[in-house]
């Protein structure tokens, strides 16, 4: 029936308008939600659109909100939780400074978490909050939650983080194993792991 009706009040909206009919985003994203089987994906998809409207125009007070709201829809969307996570941290927090900024970042990793509590089997949100720890020059934190993301299917770049991090923390047989295993692991950073190993070896 809800299709039904949007269906209909579509069609009656080109029909009131001028007679080159051209068809734009919102009314795309219309006749898109129609197709699907589950308006529900229908909708967050038109919500995702909206956040990217809202980016463009630099409207960036109104994007978390949405993404918010994407995460009460679908609760299992780990996307929404990274982007949300992501947006907070790089587009919200460094607007303010001392203990509001830190407030804010602290209230990222809470957001990112709740993803977590959602769906633990996704490397994603444990590879964001391993990134945030890792920039804020915590790397004990961000190690752990490396170590969390590397139990799930994820890409080279969970090992190679955390083979940079042994490198700055001066654990030199740390680091010489993370790069050993990303050599094994990941032909096409065989060349760059050797040349890691090398230097790491020389320091010795």
């Not at 490397?123 to 139990?151: C, M, P, Q, S, V």
Request: glycine share 6%; charged share 35%; aromatic share 16%.
């Amino acid at each position: 029936m809800k299709k039904i009706l949007i269906i209909f009040l579509f069609c009656f909206c080109l029909v009131a308008s001028s007679e080159d009919i051209e068809i734009g985003l919102k009314e795309q994203a219309v006749i898109d939600l129609c197709n699907y089987p589950d308006l529900t994906e229908g909708i967050v998809d038109i919500l995702y659109l909206t956040v990217d409207n809202y980016w463009h125009a630099g409207e960036y007070s109104k994007i978390f909100p949405v993404i918010y709201l994407i995460t009460k829809i679908l609760p299992f969307d780990i996307n929404a939780y990274c982007l949300g996570g992501w947006f907070i941290i790089n587009g919200i927090a460094p607007k303010y400074e001392g203990e509001k900024r830190e407030k804010i970042k602290k209230f990222a990793v809470e957001f990112m978490e709740k993803g977590i509590e959602k769906k633990q089997d996704d490397y994603r949100l444990y590879w964001e909050i391993a990134w945030f720890y890792y920039n804020e020059g915590d790397f004990d934190k961000a190690i752990g939650y490396l170590n969390k993301a590397e139990k799930y299917e994820h890409p080279f770049y969970v090992e190679n983080l955390r083979a940079h991090i042994y490198m700055k923390k001066g654990e030199i047989e740390k680091a010489i194993y993370e790069w050993e295993k990303i050599k094994e692991k990941y032909p096409e950073r065989k060349e760059i792991a050797e040349k890691f190993i090398k230097e790491l070896k020389e320091k010795k």
